[in-house]
């Protein structure tokens, strides 16, 4: 039996019978290639959430270590005597997430050489490369490229030598070759004229906050252009000041350092896995933490004349400017906030990155839930949620069905709940469809956001032969036409749209225990109120009944109130946000320059440690 572990079906041995090592292989634009061969997909080692939470836990405990080495080894490399801290600011984000990723393949190709007798598969020669130039860039290739997972399927299989699997390596073509060069420098720059403005800001920065010294800066903060623009105007006594255009990286000029890079072998492992990981950093640790960090950090410093007071981001992951900047004013005392900026936090039970991202700041603001005991974070309302008073119907009676959609990447990226896979998702999506109302298939508007990840999502729908609609530019521009909308994922559309007062139906595989004890009573009563149901087939006939008229039982008591209880906890709104913003933040000013003061009257220069 052949393995193939990516979707790169002209490398499988289609005269074989082909074990998928997971549902991504399936490429939707390769479908011709798969559609005919004999094929299965291997047991998903994750269905059970208890083993989810071990992995999360145990993936915690090995980056804890590895970051303590790794900041040590980062140090004698550039030459600083920083903390820790410092070095979880700037590379532990990526860190977190190569070790999920690195053992997320690691356990399905064990899992999958233990239950079958013998295998063969084919890798990539060990001379092929990919290595990310930063964080934004990790992500895109971990998360929908072939080459890049080959790529780590393939070293892992070199490690692991697993005895009933026989390894054969390929010969790539002329055109391969070309397609693995270009994903090496597969940064988005956007179009010529941002480019241009990008520059042009680049250039007046470091004069610009030299002479205005924001208190506060704003990095990523997931809000619209006038919000922010408004919160900016209401913080302009401490001058603040935001980074938009800021958080581009590149390898351009940025020499690759081989003796630097085996460094990294001389770290010490715990275990087999961490022994493998070892091997890895070397390899796919960020050009930007490395060959490009002395420059991108003399960039930054030469920036900012007196570090800001308070650093606020919802984004801990994609800004390597910011990142430097907040682990350069962090260690002279400076505040960091963070922001919730999507759904499942606060509600999933597996989510590794709310650990991380509270583990690096001060305070980190929710959408209205706080834990049980003592810990920085803090609730507070957001703009993106509209009040009930302000809810979003149209002045003629609304007719669309409105279906929110989400996708996932077709490799994971972290170890985090999930209501479902995404194969199994896009099954669920064409039930529903199916047994919809015939009458109202006219009615059913699918909205998409984001790219499609090669799942064919689009074309899947359409192949159904039902008269349906399928939009590609997400669901706010229809929720004013929407008579109910419908959401399949426990996520940021469905908190927006409760919170906007729209009769909504949600469904999803509510029973696979991925919810947290403190979060299932408001889920609970969201199933009781007829809001959140188990099955497509059960939404799509609640759909079908409600469709006439569905103010009726959208606003009986106990659905309002089941209703109200969860966007209070988790998408709270309030028309006076600015001012409740305001005041935190400047609390927070208040407090960070009073550490910076702490901090400069400290023994030696503690700014340039």
Request: proline share 5%; aromatic share 10%; with cysteine.
């Amino acid at each position: 039996m052949f393995l193939a572990m990516t979707g790169l079906t002209e490398f499988w041995d289609v005269h074989d019978e082909v074990l998928l090592l997971h549902r991504g292989c399936l490429r939707y634009d390769r479908r011709d290639s798969w559609r005919h061969a004999r094929w299965q997909v291997a047991p998903n080692p994750w269905e059970d959430v208890r083993v989810l939470e071990q992995a999360k836990v145990y993936c915690g405990e090995v980056y804890e270590c590895m970051l303590e080495q790794a900041s040590g080894l980062l140090n004698r490399i550039h030459g600083l005597n920083e903390p820790t801290s410092y070095w979880r600011v700037i590379v532990g984000p990526w860190l977190l997430h190569h070790v999920h990723v690195t053992y997320e393949r690691y356990c399905a190709l064990r899992s999958v050489a233990g239950d079958q007798p013998t295998l063969h598969t084919r890798i990539l020669p060990e001379g092929m490369r990919i290595t990310p130039i930063d964080m934004r860039h990790f992500l895109r290739l971990a998360a929908s490229s072939d080459f890049f997972n080959w790529q780590l399927y393939s070293h892992l299989l070199r490690a692991l030598k697993l005895p009933n699997l026989v390894m054969e390596e390929t010969v790539l073509t002329p055109d391969t070759l070309r397609a693995v060069e270009l994903q090496r420098h597969d940064i988005p720059r956007g179009s010529r004229a941002r480019a241009l403005v990008r520059k042009a800001v680049l250039g007046v920065t470091p004069s610009l906050y030299g002479v205005v010294a924001p208190r506060v800066l704003l990095g990523q903060i997931d809000m619209g252009a006038v919000d922010r623009l408004r919160l900016l105007l209401r913080l302009r006594s401490f001058h603040a000041a935001t980074t938009v255009l800021l958080n581009r990286s590149s390898s351009d000029g940025v020499v690759r350092d081989e003796h630097v890079r085996h460094a990294f072998d001389g770290l010490v492992s715990r275990d087999d896995f961490m022994a493998v990981l070892i091997s890895t950093l070397g390899e796919y640790f960020p050009y930007v933490h490395l060959e490009g960090f002395a420059r991108a950090r003399a960039r930054v410093k030469g920036i900012w004349a007196r570090p800001p007071a308070v650093l606020v981001s919802s984004d801990w992951y994609n800004d390597e400017s910011f990142k430097i900047v907040a682990a350069e004013s962090r260690k002279g005392g400076s505040w960091l906030i963070g922001l919730q900026h999507g759904g499942g936090y606060g509600t999933y039970r597996v989510l590794p990155q709310e650990d991380l991202e509270t583990a690096i700041v001060d305070r980190w603001l929710s959408y209205g839930w706080r834990p049980v005991g003592p810990g920085v974070i803090q609730p507070l309302a957001h703009p993106r949620f509209r009040s009930p008073r302000r809810r979003i119907f149209a002045r003629r009676r609304p007719r669309t069905i409105l279906f929110v959609t989400t996708t996932y990447a077709r490799y994971p990226s972290r170890m985090q709940s999930r209501e479902c896979p995404l194969g199994r998702l896009l099954d669920w999506r064409d039930r529903f469809a199916q047994r919809l109302a015939p009458a109202l298939h006219s009615r059913l508007l699918f909205a998409f956001a984001g790219p499609d990840l090669v799942w064919g999502q689009r074309e899947r729908l359409i192949e159904l032969g039902v008269p349906l609609r399928v939009k590609t530019i997400g669901y706010r521009p229809f929720l004013a036409a929407a008579r109910i909308a419908v959401v399949e994922y426990n996520g940021t559309s469905a908190l927006e749209i409760l919170s906007a007062n729209i009769p909504t139906v949600l469904f999803w595989n509510s029973h696979n225990e991925g919810l947290r004890a403190d979060a299932k009573p408001y889920y609970d009563q969201l199933r009781v109120a007829g809001i959140l149901l188990d099955t497509p087939e059960e939404a799509a006939e609640r759909v079908s009944e409600l469709y006439d008229d569905p103010l009726s039982w959208w606003q009986q008591e106990h659905v309002q109130g089941a209703r109200q209880a969860f966007v209070d906890r988790h998408a709270r709104a309030d028309t006076n946000w600015l001012a409740e913003w305001a005041r935190v933040l400047s609390g927070a000013v208040r407090d960070g320059e009073r550490r910076q003061a702490m901090m400069a009257d400290l023994p030696g220069d503690l700014s340039d440690r």
